[in-house]
């Protein structure tokens, strides 16, 4: 896992210093962009093993998720470094539910097929890596209070099921902006394809493997609406 993560700092730490490369002039700088949006994904592997633990709820199918980053179009040649956090909404605490959470880094590359100041149409490809947490809650609405209280096992016993997986993946996506040339700000929709490279188990809240543990690969599709923005820029206008 930290091979993986290392590759990809590298790769976002390239992406950086290339958008710094252009000019002091805060119109050279990157956009900054804010972005929110739903992911769909199901791990197979670990649903089917749940499946035989009734005490356990399946895990959710759908994550709100928050995006922020940098995006850059220059001569219709478009990259974007963005970072993640997805969770669910499903179920609640105090029963049994279950809640799929994930933190996310990526880096984009593509290209605006439409020459035209006010609008952008453009394919992406990139690299990312997600890291994701199940968190699984048992219904304890029976336990009496003073048992708990007296028990330090019973305690333990009642305490949430934590598993963790990361994946290193490929992005596939197209996204469409319309942009104020005025405010030099832009707003438009993104939808991402999400594979990893390869399956893998899942393991403890510490990330230590587990024997015959469930193994997963993911597979996600994301949509979102993105805001981008140069910085200061509608300040700067508002001082014209």
Request: aromatic letters at 14%; proline letters at 3%; glycine letters at 8%.
């Amino acid at each position: 896992m930290k091979t993986r993560f290392l590759f990809l700092t590298l790769c976002i730490g390239a992406a950086l210093t290339s958008f710094g490369q252009d000019n002091n002039k805060t119109d050279k700088f990157p956009d900054m962009s804010r972005a929110i949006g739903v992911s769909f994904q199901r791990f197979h592997g670990l649903d089917s093993r749940i499946a035989g633990f009734p005490q356990y709820k399946e895990l959710p199918k759908a994550t709100g998720v928050i995006q922020l980053g940098m995006f850059s179009d220059k001569k219709q040649f478009v990259n974007q470094v963005n970072l993640s956090a997805g969770s669910s909404l499903s179920g609640h605490r105090d029963k049994r539910s279950t809640n799929l959470r994930y933190l996310g880094a990526a880096i984009d590359f593509g290209y605006d097929f439409i020459k035209d100041e006010r609008v952008a149409l453009y394919p992406l490809v990139g690299i990312g890596y997600q890291r994701y947490q199940a968190r699984f809650f048992r219904d304890n609405s029976g336990i009496n209070f003073n048992d708990v209280v007296n028990s330090p096992t019973l305690q333990n016993n009642i305490k949430s099921l934590d598993l963790t997986n990361g994946f290193l993946n490929y992005r596939l996506g197209l996204g469409i902006a319309a942009k104020s040339v005025k405010y030099q700000c832009s707003i438009g929709l993104q939808a991402m394809y999400v594979r990893s490279f390869n399956d893998h188990a899942w393991r403890t809240s510490q990330y230590q493997t587990l024997a015959n543990a469930p193994e997963d690969y993911l597979s996600q599709i994301y949509a979102g609406l993105v805001f981008t923005c140069k910085p200061f820029a509608m300040f700067k206008h508002g001082r014209m």
